[in-house]
């Protein structure tokens, strides 16, 4: 499995996901420049965290726009997938390739610390080496955070199964407290309708090696990996 990691301007995680896939899981990887268009060697296209072009208009608002990310509604709609982790998935949202927004967090304050997901939704491709249920723990590192939509919209990601990941407790309680940023309805990850393209806060790629506090990152990848290469119903725990 072929993977691109883009690259913008401000990009601050790339080399962290390059890092995983090419030293931890031993797949093919390729850096993708921003101005790039061509994505026809790739099976999955990772939008890492940072800062893309330093995110002043708006976090993810200008490289939504930019040509790379112009070219992915064609990559999806080939069959390609789409991992989106922190200002990946403003970046998603800002180019419709998810439905909302994130927003600054509640707090007014940069959040920078170790978070536990439930996993709502284990039917993704993404998802299915792990049970609806189970917990992870991930970090995040952001200040607009806050994931946001209209009712219609939160109606459309409960009817279908959309919302993957919820902050949640240490056992997998959904509380106020648990909530990092005052996202709605603790909404840590959500995928498209064909739960082909998923967006998350928080951080994977920094959640891959026991030397780094855990391995609950890579979860994801050998969920993407089961799914696409091999039945990943083995890792299932």
């Given at each position: 499995?072929?993977?691109?990691?883009?690259?913008?301007?401000?990009?601050?995680?790339?080399?962290d996901?390059?890092?995983?896939?090419?030293?931890?899981?031993?797949?093919?990887?390729?850096?993708?420049?921003?101005?790039?268009?061509?994505?026809?060697?790739?099976?999955?296209?990772?939008?890492?965290?940072?800062?893309?072009?330093g995110?002043?208009?708006?976090?993810?608002?200008?490289?939504?726009?930019?040509?790379?990310?112009?070219?992915l509604?064609?990559?999806?709609?080939?069959?390609g997938?789409?991992?989106?982790?922190?200002?990946?998935?403003?970046?998603?949202?800002?180019?419709?390739?998810?439905?909302?927004?994130?927003?600054?967090?509640?707090?007014?304050?940069?959040?920078?610390?170790?978070?536990?997901?439930v996993?709502?939704?284990?039917?993704?491709p993404?998802?299915?080496g792990?049970?609806?249920?189970?917990?992870?723990?991930?970090?995040?590192s952001?200040?607009?955070g806050?994931?946001?939509?209209?009712?219609?919209?939160?109606?459309?990601?409960?009817?279908?199964?959309?919302?993957?990941?919820?902050?949640?407790?240490?056992?997998?309680?959904?509380?106020?407290a648990?909530?990092?940023?005052?996202?709605?309805?603790?909404?840590?990850?959500?995928?498209?309708?064909?739960?082909?393209?998923?967006?998350?806060?928080?951080h994977?790629?920094?959640?891959?090696?026991?030397?780094?506090?855990?391995?609950?990152?890579?979860?994801?990848?050998?969920?993407?990996?089961?799914?696409?290469?091999?039945?990943?119903?083995?890792?299932?725990?």
């Amino acid at each position: 499995m072929r993977f691109g990691v883009v690259v913008f301007p401000g990009t601050w995680s790339d080399c962290d996901f390059h890092y995983v896939i090419s030293e931890v899981l031993r797949q093919p990887v390729r850096y993708v420049w921003h101005r790039d268009r061509n994505l026809d060697d790739v099976d999955c296209v990772i939008l890492p965290g940072g800062f893309s072009y330093g995110d002043y208009l708006r976090a993810g608002a200008v490289a939504g726009r930019s040509p790379v990310v112009e070219t992915l509604a064609g990559f999806v709609g080939r069959g390609g997938h789409v991992l989106g982790s922190c200002n990946g998935f403003q970046i998603l949202c800002e180019a419709g390739l998810l439905p909302g927004a994130l927003m600054r967090n509640e707090c007014l304050q940069y959040r920078c610390q170790s978070t536990h997901l439930v996993v709502d939704n284990a039917d993704t491709p993404f998802t299915r080496g792990m049970r609806s249920g189970q917990v992870l723990a991930m970090p995040i590192s952001h200040g607009e955070g806050k994931y946001y939509c209209d009712g219609a919209t939160l109606a459309r990601l409960k009817g279908n199964n959309q919302i993957v990941f919820r902050y949640a407790t240490v056992d997998g309680q959904v509380t106020r407290a648990a909530n990092p940023n005052g996202s709605l309805d603790n909404i840590a990850g959500i995928v498209n309708e064909e739960g082909t393209v998923l967006g998350l806060m928080p951080h994977p790629e920094r959640a891959a090696e026991r030397a780094m506090g855990g391995t609950d990152g890579l979860l994801i990848f050998h969920s993407l990996l089961g799914s696409l290469v091999e039945d990943g119903s083995f890792l299932k725990r």
